[in-house]
T-cell receptor, first 114, second 111 residues
Framework: DSGVTQTPKHLITATGQRVTLRCSPR?????VYWYQQSLDQGLQFLIQ???????AKGNILERFSAQQFPDLHSELNLSSLELGDSALYFC?????????????FGPGTRLTVL | SQQGEEDPQALSIQEGENATMNCSYK?????LQWYRQNSGRGLVHLIL?????REKHSGRLRVTLDTSKKSSSLLITASRAADTASYFC???????????FGQGTRLTINP
């Protein structure tokens, strides 16, 4: 158990819908990362927040957005869902923001778009 | 595009044998990390090696880094059935604040 929690574990929805994925980082970790893992694209970095501020951006679509709240939990919002958005979405956390830091991954949310 | 690429894509060996996985990357890096992922689960950090290090050990794991060849290898000695998983290398690009993961090597340890 990494100490990172993600809810829900599974999510099934229809195209065009909007969903919110939630992540609680490990106690004491200030940085949160979101990743998307799919069979064809592999593990793709989406976005990083550090202490409430956006720190780095990866291959995140405009239909996706995220935020980190004052209690440091984070939410990833996916809207106008398409079939291709079906994937495992992971949240990870680390103490600091830099790439030297070990990242602790949550169990993931499996999103299925029908 | 992927910064790191693992080789082989899949590896199947007998329990007790050593497993070697390789990772190649394209641009200069600050560090390289290896992660393990059991089927459908979150990734677990294994080891981090900095660009000025050439070799690092952790238990049955040995990681090497050759920055001149832009490559790294992960050696798992005396493999066990519990080592069955996918292994990913992750690299940063100098100046970038993100890790980029390779496609992974799927390792199967046969009893």
């Amino acid at each position: 158990d990494s100490g990172v929690t993600q809810t829900p574990k599974h999510l099934i929805t229809a195209t065009g819908q909007r969903v919110t994925l939630r992540c609680s980082p490990r106690s004491g970790d200030l940085s949160v990362y979101w990743y998307q893992q799919s069979l064809d694209q592999g593990l793709q970095f989406l976005i990083q927040y550090y202490n409430g501020e956006e720190r780095a951006k990866g291959n995140i679509l405009e239909r996706f957005s995220a935020q980190q709240f004052p209690d440091l939990h984070s939410e990833l919002n996916l809207s106008s869902l398409e079939l291709g958005d079906s994937a495992l979405y992971f949240c990870a956390s680390s103490v600091y923001a830099g790439v030297y830091n070990e990242q602790f991954f949550g169990p993931g949310t499996r999103l299925t778009v029908l | 595009s992927q910064q790191g690429e693992e080789d082989p894509q899949a590896l199947s060996i007998q329990e007790g044998e050593n497993a070697t996985m390789n990772c190649s990357y394209k641009t200069s890096i600050n560090n390289l990390q290896w992660y393990r992922q059991n089927s459908g689960r979150g990734l677990v950090h294994l080891i981090l090696i900095r660009s000025n290090e050439r070799e690092k050990h952790s238990g049955r794991l040995r990681v090497t880094l050759d920055t001149s060849k832009k490559s790294s290898s992960l050696l798992i000695t005396a493999s066990r059935a519990a080592d069955t998983a996918s292994y990913f290398c992750a690299t940063d690009s100098q100046g970038a604040q993100k890790l980029v993961f390779g496609q992974g090597t799927r390792l199967t340890i046969n009893p």
